[in-house]
């Protein structure tokens, strides 16, 4: 975290951090407005020209904090939504993953079997199937990783898993 603090004065904590957190700050706030609840920052709106200067630091300060909050704990949230940590509420949703994956390569090893069919029999295989497999293949690589044993419990985390995994292996 401490090399991280550099980067609070540069462009990229403008637009990934600061900007996002003003912008949920004002939503935010329009929700309450809109259900007739005391607003976060209504004591701060501007009554007159000279308190604009004011209200605008304020929220400049608050947008700023948030959006050093929102850096320092970047990671971790990233790992929860990748399903890592041995408390996550999301693991108890992995057998889906498992579901979706084993699916999948039973779909892949059918149009193979089908595919050496072809082959056994001296046939051309069809190129709707040819397409089909491509299609499947494709989702596969770029859906998951190679091993049922690389899977976590959330569709984002093995995504992110799948590229680092194909990389290690070709």
Sequence with gaps: MINKIPDIFERNFFIGYFLPTGVAILIFDLILRAFNLPSVLERFYPQNSSDILI????????SWIGGIVFLS???ELVRIFE???QFNPVRLLAFMERYYFRKLKIQID???????????EGKNYPADLNQRRNQLMQKAV?????????LLPTAFGNVIRAFETYSYLF
């Design 55 to 62: 209200t605008t630091t304020f929220f400049s300060l608050i």
């Design 73 to 75: 704990i970047n990671r």
């Design 110 to 120: 059918t149009i193979n079997r089908q595919y050496l069919k072809f082959v056994e």
């Design 83 to 85: 399903g890592y940590g």
């Design 142 to 150: 770029t859906r998951f990783p190679a091993k049922e044993q690389w």
